[in-house]
Nanobody
Framework: QLQLVESGGGLVQPGGSLRLSCAAS????????IGWFRQAPGKEREGVSC????????IYADSVKGRFTISRDNAKNTVYLQMNSLKPEDTAVYYC????????????????WGQGTQVTVSS
């Protein structure tokens, strides 16, 4: 059974940092493209970043470029999202997702989803 579990969310002040983790079980993360998505109240779920199966390609939404970094630890079967210089508009529930096709910020390409972790950026 393929499963994704996010962790690392919390409350942080503007300008602060958080690192989200996406722990996978039932499959190897280096065999799937892994994406991070977020959904703020009343808004559509949007793609934030993704990493390809090979790890050689990463994609970032314009809103997070230069601030967020996606990475993968194959030994731990975990994908991370390092978030720096956080802004109030980054407040959302963050989800990781997997698909066995390609790296994309399009949510409809993904077949497996975690339960989400809340990130709140506020002073």
């Amino acid at each position: 059974q393929l499963q994704l579990v996010e962790s690392g969310g919390g409350l942080v002040q503007p300008g602060g940092s958080l690192r989200l983790s996406c722990a996978a079980s039932g499959f190897a993360v280096d065999r799937y493209a892994i994406g991070w998505f977020r959904q703020a109240p009343g808004k559509e779920r949007e793609g934030v970043s993704c990493i390809s199966t090979s790890g050689s390609m990463t994609i970032y939404a314009d809103s997070v470029k230069g601030r967020f970094t996606i990475s993968r630890d194959n030994a731990k079967n975990t994908v991370y999202l390092q978030m720096n210089s956080l802004k109030p508009e980054d407040t959302a529930v963050y989800y990781c997702a997997a698909n066995n096709r390609f790296c994309s910020l399009g949510k409809y390409y993904y077949d497996y989803w975690g339960q989400g972790t809340q990130v709140t950026v506020s002073s």
